[in-house]
């Protein structure tokens, strides 16, 4: 029995290793008496908010942790959060050496002293600080270097983690982390992440499986060895999917006599009804596989790290996976890489008058103009206003290796080359009221649009064009965009919001607010947090605050709640941010503004009331209308 005390009392020590002790004392002059200081850190699948009241600008915090871990010291001064949702904060690191933090009348300029992690942390920080010109463009360069400089430091972990796991740089990156680093369960999962995505990189042998097609039978995808084969991810609910069938029609159409190329259909559905309703209404006649759960086979979306819809592959005859660049060419000139010719730019137009003249038949309407009128679109659209040079730049960069490079040159020259053509449309829809093109056009172009202003566009069209089968799908959007005219009082609700504050959409009155409906999973939507950011850094100091809307797909709160803090984090979008289902009054935000497409912004004024409702990240009548007021 002494025998067996002894060694359970040599094991106390050890089994104390795994906690320790952490300790954080500060002075903050020039606060107020009622001044509260937050400690905020994530627990596993929870947020711990420890708090203590400033006595003389003195605040301490202490406790046991497992491990080193990134937490965020927030400054409120009056003794609650902040109302703009804006908070005065900095990051800190709880660590066994004590950590000082002294500051005048902010923490989010305070100095922070302690052990390695804080000075490696308050090292991170200014390089930030200092970055000049483009933040997207420069950070992956600091966090390079800095991952080269510090591979033990969690810092380094945490930093690295903030970005996509798809992409070389990241994954460069993660490799040279020491293996002790990479041993945490999110870690773990983020190396996982990263391995998916390398699997798929041009010039890998794309990953085989086995999926059920429409009539049950078990296909694979060597079975299509020795042909160009295009993977299409999509999902029959999926609107981006269904509005590219028509394009992969004309694609398949033109190159299926080569005897060379196929497409192959990979649908996320979660049940067969509705895919086969969508490939006979979408009239889909390439293979089509579906990658129903649980059904034994091998799940294609996991093997090719598909989280977006739709995904698209293209594997060369050798079986191996080529890079996008090619897919493009492909998609663009309807030509197999065997059959290019070479200095011969593809059509920069993106209409298809078979398609365009199916449509005008099924109408039952006359030809009568159409050919004139698609004759005078199509040459405003082959117009080269640069897109020629940016495809020979692009043609010289690699993926991925130059993906940074690759996003720049499209974010700043493709985009604006993409919404300038989709002007030349909306003029000659403006100005062919009686055509059938302007008819077809708008029925494809509502993001290019808002609601009132694609409602205008389709009022002027005549009443012949307006009978139409066409028409009564725009008429389908136009009346959901009803749930919101402009001019009515915005539904109010109540939340709490990141940082665990209650908000209602009500006290912002007396400031222009942009409400954005988006959700983690929506790839379109957090796409356009960089612009929200320009413009939320551009006028928050005029009156403009954002209140944000996330729609989570998952059932499990706390799931939804873990993932939306994590983009948020990760995407840096630090206005005020709300879940549409965890308040008590089970008020659902969503069904309230009748949001079916994501993202969905809504401008309200200074009163509350419904200025503007936009679908999509393309559209810049709300830049227009915010600069029209705040810039006065």
Aim: glycine share 6%; charged share 25%; with cysteine.
């Amino acid at each position: 029995m002494k025998k067996l005390v002894s060694l359970l009392m040599l094991a106390i020590p050890f089994m104390g290793i795994c906690q320790q002790k952490y300790k954080i004392t500060g002075v903050i002059s020039g606060v107020p008496s009622k001044a509260k200081m937050y400690l905020v850190y994530d627990q596993g699948n929870t947020f711990v908010k420890d708090s203590c009241r400033l006595t003389a600008g003195t605040f301490k915090f202490s406790g046991l942790f497992k491990g080193p871990k990134s937490a965020i010291l927030v400054l409120s001064r009056t003794g609650k959060y902040a109302d703009t949702g804006v908070l005065d904060m900095q990051s800190v690191y709880l660590e066994a050496t004590p950590v000082r933090v002294i500051g005048s009348d902010s923490v989010a300029k305070a100095k922070i002293t302690g052990g390695t992690l804080n000075a490696q942390n308050q090292e991170k920080l200014r390089l930030i600080k200092n970055i000049k010109g483009s933040v997207y463009q420069q950070e992956p360069k600091l966090v390079t270097a800095f991952v080269a400089r510090y591979p033990t430091s969690k810092v380094s972990l945490d930093w690295l983690m903030s970005f996509s796991p798809k992409n070389q740089w990241v994954a460069d990156s993660y490799a040279k982390l020491s293996p002790s680093l990479k041993q945490s369960t999110a870690a773990k999962a983020f190396g996982l992440e990263i391995q998916h995505f390398l699997s798929v990189f041009p010039g890998k042998v794309a990953p085989d499986f086995s999926l059920s097609d429409s009539k049950g039978k078990i296909r694979k995808l060597s079975d299509f060895k020795g042909k160009y084969v295009l993977l299409d991810f999509w999902a029959s609910y999926c609107k981006p999917c269904r509005a590219a069938n028509p394009g992969l029609k004309a694609l398949y159409d033109a190159l299926k006599s080569t005897g060379k190329f196929e497409i192959v259909g990979i649908s996320a559905d979660r049940s067969k009804a509705p895919w086969l309703k969508a490939i006979e209404e979408d009239q889909l006649s390439w293979t089509q596989l579906i990658d129903l759960p649980n059904e034994g086979t091998t799940k294609a979306t996991d093997l090719y790290s598909v989280s977006i819809l739709p995904t698209h592959y293209l594997i060369g005859p050798d079986g191996k996976i080529l890079s996008l660049d090619v897919l493009a060419k492909i998609k663009k000139d309807k030509v197999l890489p065997a059959e290019e010719k070479a200095g011969v730019m593809g059509k920069l137009s993106d209409l298809v008058e078979t398609n365009i003249l199916t449509a005008l038949k099924k109408e039952q309407l006359s030809e009568v103009g159409f050919k004139e009128d698609f004759n005078d679109v199509d040459n405003q659209l082959n117009t080269d206003i640069g897109e020629s040079a940016l495809s020979n730049e692009l043609g010289m960069l690699k993926f991925p290796e130059d993906s940074l490079a690759i996003n720049r040159l499209i974010n700043t020259r493709g985009t604006p080359m993409y919404k300038q053509k989709q002007k030349m449309k909306k003029a000659f829809i403006a100005s062919h009221p009686n055509s059938f093109l302007s008819l077809y056009l708008l029925n494809e172009m509502e993001i290019m649009y808002s609601t009132e202003s694609y409602a205008a566009a389709f009022n002027a069209l005549s009443d012949q064009l307006k009978a139409t089968s066409i028409a009564e799908k725009i008429k389908a959007r136009l009346e959901k965009g009803n749930a919101t005219p402009v001019g009515t009082l915005a539904v109010d609700f109540k939340r709490i919001d990141q940082f665990g504050k209650t908000v209602k959409l009500s006290d912002y009155k007396g400031k222009l607010v942009i409400l954005d409906f988006w959700g983690t999973w929506c790839i379109p939507c957090r796409l356009t947090h960089p612009h929200l950011k320009e413009l939320y850094s551009r006028y928050k100091a005029k009156g403009l605050e954002i209140v944000a809307v996330a729609n989570e797909k998952t059932k499990d709160p706390e799931k939804a709640r873990v993932g939306w803090l994590g983009a948020i984090k990760k995407d840096d979008v630090n206005w005020v941010q709300v879940l549409n289902k965890e308040g008590e009054d089970n008020q659902d935000i969503v069904k309230d503004y009748a949001i079916t497409s994501y993202p969905t912004k809504l401008l309200l004024d200074q009163n509350g009331k419904i200025l503007m409702r936009v679908i999509g990240g393309m559209n810049d009548e709300m830049d227009i209308l915010i600069k029209s007021i705040l810039d006065k």
